[in-house]
């Protein structure tokens, strides 16, 4: 039994050297994939900014185009009624887009009715035959 006593330490030291392998790795991989995430993040707030300011700058546009034929706090009222039209309309298409789900289909048949109790949960679906044990006896008559 000596003889294997030096045997179990080197497996002992080759396992804690291959799971700190295994940490570093992963963990250089995750900072990689972070580093990556945290790049594209800030692309995009960076467009969001933008286009933030460009909206901004349109809304100007709009409201000095109209203050030439309007007073100042005219051409400004119908812009920011513009405006509120325009955030209306997409927050509907925001809304249409999530609002409708389409009625859960069940493969192969149709969904189980729910149960009488009025709780609305559906009954889970009968298999057609019950399970056969395998440990109990098979009788045929």
């Given at each position: 039994?000596?003889?294997?006593?030096?045997l179990?330490?080197?497996?002992k030291h080759?396992v804690?050297?291959?799971a700190q392998?295994?940490?570093?790795?992963?963990?250089?991989?995750?900072?990689e994939q972070?580093?990556?995430?945290?790049r594209?993040?800030?692309?995009?707030?960076?467009?969001?900014?933008?286009?933030?300011?460009?909206?901004?700058a349109?809304?100007?546009?709009?409201?000095?185009a109209?203050?030439?034929?309007l007073?100042?706090?005219?051409?400004?009222?119908?812009?920011?009624?513009?405006l509120?039209?325009?955030?209306?309309?997409?927050?509907?298409?925001?809304?249409?887009?999530h609002?409708?789900?389409?009625?859960?289909?069940?493969?192969g048949g149709?969904?189980?009715?729910?149960?009488?109790?009025?709780?609305?949960?559906?009954y889970?679906?009968?298999p057609?035959?019950?399970?056969?044990?395998?440990?109990?006896?098979?009788?045929?008559?």
């Amino acid at each position: 039994m000596d003889r294997f006593d030096h045997l179990e330490h080197l497996d002992k030291h080759l396992v804690e050297e291959l799971a700190q392998v295994a940490r570093e790795t992963v963990r250089d991989e995750l900072r990689e994939q972070s580093r990556k995430r945290r790049r594209t993040a800030m692309l995009y707030a960076a467009s969001g900014a933008a286009a933030l300011y460009a909206g901004g700058a349109v809304a100007l546009a709009v409201g000095l185009a109209l203050a030439i034929g309007l007073p100042g706090w005219a051409a400004a009222l119908i812009t920011a009624a513009l405006l509120g039209a325009v955030a209306y309309v997409l927050r509907g298409a925001a809304h249409s887009d999530h609002g409708h789900h389409t009625a859960h289909r069940v493969l192969g048949g149709t969904p189980p009715a729910t149960p009488p109790s009025g709780l609305g949960m559906p009954y889970p679906p009968m298999p057609p035959q019950p399970p056969v044990d395998p440990d109990t006896p098979h009788h045929r008559a």
